[in-house]
């Protein structure tokens, strides 16, 4: 896609102004598993979409060590233990500190880079229910269809 175009073009830029040459290899989508897997990639992009309004929900799938989404091989057992204290936080003031803490832990291991945090698009046709930026609304498929 042209945004994807546009992405790689500005890091590759960014990152020679800093003396590294990005050379991107666009692989096959059926590659994507064995990719992962064998971690055949000196960076990856890699992206989550939140579903859920409180965030800090969310640390684990992308810092614990443990974690099958995080291909970076980082992580350690201090950090999990401060995301289990975020997640088992009594309040939500606490859960933000402790997930803050954590994430501030995790970032200093310099193997994560946060991009963007975009909104999200949804274009759909006229007359189509129960579908598009609907923010963090869970719906059934059975209650969406074409307006009558």
């Known amino acids: 896609s042209e945004t994807t175009k546009a992405l790689y073009g500005a890091m590759q830029k960014m990152l020679k102004d ?22 055949d990639f000196d960076m990856v992009l890699n992206g989550f979409r939140q579903t859920n309004p409180f ?28 995301i289990e204290k975020s997640t ?14 954590a994430e501030k832990a995790a970032l200093a291991q310099v193997g994560w880079l946060p991009l963007y945090m975009g909104p999200s698009m949804v274009a759909t046709r006229e007359g189509l229910a129960n579908m598009g930026a609907m923010g963090y609304t869970v719906m059934p498929r059975e209650m969406i269809g074409w307006k009558k």
């Open 18 to 39: 800093v003396g590294i040459n990005l050379i991107i290899d666009q692989k096959k989508p059926t590659d994507f598993a064995s990719t992962m897997k064998n971690k």
């Open 55 to 82: 965030g800090m929900a969310d640390l684990g799938q992308i810092y614990k060590s443990d974690s099958t989404l995080s291909k970076t091989g980082l992580g350690s057992p201090e950090i999990n233990a401060m």
């Open 88 to 101: 088992r936080a009594d309040n939500e003031a606490d859960s933000i500190k402790y997930g803050n803490e």
